[in-house]
């Protein structure tokens, strides 16, 4: 990255809309959109002032108008880089951001790399990398509760554990350097054990709390997979379709008229859910259909949860028990008894054998009935699956990096507790400072510039 440049680019989605925004940051921004920007109030005193909307029109270097924009100037170091930014809005629409961008990268200038916005923010001590990524997961948050976890992370609520705890472990291992550094003055029978003992399984409790909820935090951020199976006919299609508030799958009397895998998206509880409608799964000669019921298979097991579709119109099968024993033992299940508005043949206390536990929904799903009782056990499977009950006070993990990083520098900090009392104290020190140098790849102080990048390559053109 090429900090002394000037960079620009669209920093809003191509796309008909009301406005788009084309950013630029750098040392140059003033001056570069002074070529293209045409205002009356140029020649008052004070012009451009900070934070003040600016109308007038962006016209080329023969003096053409591209549009009419209202242009916001903001001095460093109060911005989101701490570097000038120049934000131009106009109208949106694909061809006009874009010759916008063109003109403003022909007055000076560079195309931004993806991410360069917010790296320059993390370059310029604005944010910490947590902070960083915590922008991405809120631009891509597809929940409330992924919103909600974006935002306390941009707050700094991980960067502040971090550091506390980064300062623990320069406490506990000053005594040991001290040692190394005046060893005429330090006995090493004068160091407290117990307490280097004690404050060692301080941090690793705290650790241990950053990683817990882990799980449910990336089901939040990411989403889970829910597969509807069942034999055919039974109204699989009929419940997605239902679930979704809309005409996804086809529905017919005809059994097998899913051949393929057919999905939706929903939010239930907070939870971004990928339904699967998958192929009626019974025994066949059919090659196509044979495929379909391999490809629901692999669906089902490697489902988050299932929902498993039974008829309760029709007496129980091997086949419904054969489909029952798909369930993995990390898998959530829900069982609905679906055509509940049919003279029943099949009652719960069969269903109750073959899955103990497991919640039980009668609905009739081509009626729309039972589908919001569907919804709440779902979502109270997906609560039970990532132990939701637990505190929401514990820091936001808001990656799977992070996760990697606090689980080596537990590695660390174990290896340091056992070392107490058996190894020599540079054992020791050199654990506490692995564990300290380990940590500091979250907030991004010890991490090298080729994860940097990698990081911030994820992130869109604009931000």
Known sequence: MRENETIAAISTPLGEGGIGIVRLSGPCAFAIVDRV?????????????????????????????IDEVLVAFMSAPNTYTREDIVEINCHSGVYTL?????????????????????????????????????????????????????????????MNQVEALREKLITLRAPLEASFDYPDEFDPDDLDHAALDRGLEEVKAELQMLIQGVERNRAYQEGVSVAIIGKPNVGKSSLLNALLQQQRAIVHEIPGTTRDLLEGYMNLGGYPIRLIDTAGIQGTCDPVEKQGIDLSRSAADQACL?????????????????????KRHNQGLVVVINKSDLEQKLTSDQIKYCCPGAEIVETAAIKGQGIKRLEDAVTVELDRLFDSNMEMENPVIVSLRHEEIINEALINIENAITAVETQPLEIISLEIQNAWSKMGEITGDTINEDLLDKIFSEFCLGK
């Open 37 to 65: 920007f045409a205002c009356s109030k140029k020649n008052q005193s004070g012009y451009p002032k900070p934070r003040y909307l600016y109308y007038g029109y962006i016209k080329d270097f023969q003096k053409n108008l």
């Open 98 to 158: 874009r010759s916008i961008q063109k003109l403003v990268l022909e007055a000076g200038a560079r195309l931004a790399e993806p991410g360069e916005f917010t790296k320059r923010a993390f370059i310029n001590g604005r944010i910490d990398l947590s902070q960083a990524e915590a922008v991405l997961n809120m631009i891509r948050a597809r929940s409330e509760e992924a919103v909600k976890m974006a935002a306390r992370g941009l707050q700094g609520e991980l």
């Open 306 to 326: 299932i929902i498993l579709v039974i008829d309760g119109s029709a007496p129980w099968t091997d086949t419904d028990e054969e489909l029952a024993s798909l």
